[in-house]
């Protein structure tokens, strides 16, 4: 498995303020993705990134911002939390080459509560 | 709109008996599926997968089959042991694409 640490692994925080998430990796995968889990909706994309500093929405992307300043690091930001970003957060990387025939490694998760 | 369906929520089987997961898609472009397997408070790890080309992709215990005509793949997991008990999630991509869409899950609960 690719190294892929998430920090922090759960988090609290109220309404309007802004969260930021950590995913970090040691395998210099080229594509890094977060995605949030709920109850009925399976994993759904929020962002990626296919390089430093080249990221793209995903089907969930409002209310989301992303930054990746260096290759390991993929930082996922809610300017301003909202209730309906209560989630689990994951992060996953992938190596170089065609998305075919070139599974996701996933993180261990961050559990985030917006009360 | 849905283009990954995994319709059965739960599925309970007998330990030693086959478990039968299904995914139906939508999208005809998706060439490459794969099935993760999730346990409590983890993340998703990859199981499996098959790419259009083939029909049929075995990796011990875990098969999988794919029938394009029918848009509908499956996995088989013989014999089921309690440590099968998990949420799996069925994904596709397309060869143009960086990104999987996942079903919504499938949660075993392999009894003894």
């Known amino acids: 498995d690719a190294g892929i640490t998430q920090s922090p692994r759960h988090k609290v925080t109220e309404t309007g303020t802004p969260v930021t998430l950590r995913c970090h990796q040691t395998e210099n995968h080229r594509y890094m993705y977060w995605y949030r889990q709920d109850p009925g909706h399976g994993l759904r994309l929020i962002h990626y990134s296919y390089g430093v500093k080249d990221t793209d929405k995903g089907e969930v992307s409002d209310g989301y911002s992303v930054s990746r300043s260096k290759t390991e690091d993929f930082l996922l930001t809610l300017e301003s939390a909202t209730s309906s970003q209560t989630s689990v957060y994951f992060c996953?990387?992938?190596?170089?080459?065609?998305?075919?025939?070139?599974?996701?490694?996933f993180g261990p998760g961050t559990r985030l509560t917006v009360l | 709109d849905q283009q990954v369906k995994q319709n059965s929520p739960s599925l309970s089987v007998q330990e030693g008996r086959i478990s039968i997961l299904n995914c139906d898609y939508t999208n005809s472009m998706f060439d490459y599926f794969l099935w993760y397997k999730k346990y409590p408070a983890e993340g998703p790890t990859f199981l499996i997968s098959i790419s259009s080309i083939k029909d049929k992709n075995e990796d011990g215990r875990f098969t999988v089959f794919l029938n394009k005509s029918a848009k509908h793949l499956s996995l088989h997991i013989v014999p089921s042991q309690p440590g099968d008990s998990a949420v799996y999630f069925c994904?596709?991509?397309?060869?143009?694409?960086?990104?999987?869409?996942f079903g919504t899950g499938t949660r075993l609960q392999v009894f003894p």
């Open positions: 994904a596709a991509s397309a060869w143009d694409t960086d990104k999987l869409i």
């Open positions: 996953a990387t992938r190596d170089r080459g065609p998305s075919s025939y070139n599974e996701q490694f």
